[in-house]
Every structure is written in C-alpha cells, then in structure tokens.
C-alpha cells in the first residue's frame, strides 16, 4: 500500500491526557497537510509541512498542539492536555510540490480521537 | 466565516439522471477550486478541479462549472451511479498562497437510488 498511512485510527482518551497521532505520507511527497474534521463539517486546516520546515499554522492550532515533521518524512501531531472539544476526525494529507494550479492532496483515513 | 459554502446537506438522486451538487464561495481572492468524494471510514479522494480562467472542466461523467462573478461552482455528475453515493467536499484556495491552505465547504451527502 503506498498511500498516506495515519496511526492510530482510533484513539479514546480521558481528558487532560497527552496523545500524539502519526502520519506516513507518500513517499515522494515533499508537502505534508493536518485537517481537522468534526461532524457535519468540512476539513479544517491546522498545519502545513514543506519537507520538514513547517510553513504555516492555523489559529486553530492552539498552544496545546504541536506537529513535528522531523526528517522531512513522517509526521506527528501532539495534544497535550486533551479536551472534549478536541475530539474529531484528524485527516493527514501529501502532496508534490507543484504548481498551485493543480493541488491535488491524497488524503489518508484518518486518526478518529475520543477524548471522554 | 463560512468562506466555502455547501447549502445542502443532502441530495437524493435516481439512478441514470442527473446529479448536481452547489457550492458558494465569499473570498474574492480564490482562484482554484476543487471537488472530493468521501466514502465511510476513508479519508477524502480528489475528484476534479478547475482554475479561476476557465469556466467549465469535464473529465468523464463529471463536469464542474464555475461562475466567477457568482462566486458559485457546481458539479454534474452524468449518469448517476449508485457508487456515486457519498459526501462531496467543495474545497477552494488561493493559489498565490504558498501554504496552499484550502479551505473545504460542509459537504454534500448524495444518495443515488437504484
């Protein structure tokens, strides 16, 4: 299987505990993406990787998250001291460097996160 | 703010006809728009695009339009199939941003009878 992998697919939690999510992007990928999705709506951006400098974050990323992307490869995201409210679907996606007209992400099959 | 809008959360379509999911866009600055399929328990696959100079792109039986001075786009789905049933996301982004931060619309939930 050579798309985008994300571990683990699902995670429950009690609230004020840390979990961390990884994600393994295509490998020829140089752009690594986290969405956020709750029911009912749309993914929402968090963060962006080129290669391992990680270029833009979203307000939504609050102090407590944090994403990694160490060796320009795999990717992690952390969230300390979880909350209800962070309960969601956590979409990792990649893509080539290319130019913005074609913008295609592969997305994979999400982290689902519980936070009781 | 709403920036990518999908009004309808749902749709139900026969078999054969002719599937056709909305959606509205508020930021000026947009100039690329994309459309993605999500099945249960998968993450979102790509499914067409188009750029802000054109006005139609088709690639088999689906088809997106764009009206730029209505900030609205659609997409055709012709013929309806039943593996047609899932959410469609209407995503969009500004392509002079680096990042390309895409900002995705609510999504649809079509339903294609048989």
């Known amino acids: 299987d050579t798309g985008v992998s994300q571990d683990p697919r699902h995670k429950i939690t009690k609230r004020g505990q840390n979990v961390t999510f990884r994600c393994d992007p295509i490998?020829?990928?140089?752009?690594l993406y986290w969405y956020r999705q709750t029911l009912g709506q749309g993914p929402e951006f968090l963060t962006y990787?080129?290669?391992?400098?990680?270029?833009?974050k979203s307000r939504l990323l609050s102090d407590r998250f944090s994403a990694e992307r160490p060796k320009g490869s795999f990717s992690t995201l952390e969230i300390q001291r979880t909350e209800q409210g962070d309960s969601a679907m956590y979409l990792c996606?990649?893509?080539?460097?290319?130019?913005?007209?074609?913008?295609?992400?592969?997305f994979g099959e999400g982290s689902r996160l519980t936070v009781l | 703010d709403q920036q990518v809008k999908q009004n309808s959360p749902s749709l139900s379509v026969q078999e054969g006809r002719i599937s056709i999911l909305n959606c509205d866009y508020t930021?000026?600055?947009?100039?690329?728009f994309l459309w993605y399929k999500k099945y249960p328990a998968e993450g979102p696959t790509f499914l067409i695009s188009?750029?802000?100079?054109?006005d139609k792109n088709e690639d088999g039986r689906f088809t997106v339009f764009l009206n730029k001075s209505a900030k609205h786009l659609s997409l055709h789905i012709v013929p309806s199939q039943p593996g047609d049933s899932a959410v469609y996301f209407c995503?969009?982004?500004?392509?002079?941003?680096?990042?390309?931060?895409?900002?995705f619309g609510p999504g649809t939930r079509l339903s294609v009878l048989p």
């Open positions: 996606a990649s893509s080539l460097s290319r130019p913005a007209n074609t913008g295609e992400l592969f």
């Open positions: 490998s020829e990928h140089n752009r």
């Open positions: 990787f080129q290669n391992e400098a990680q270029l833009e």
């Open positions: 930021n000026s600055m947009f100039d690329y």
């Open positions: 188009i750029s802000s100079i054109k």
């Open positions: 995503a969009a982004t500004e392509s002079r941003n680096y990042g390309q931060n895409f900002v």
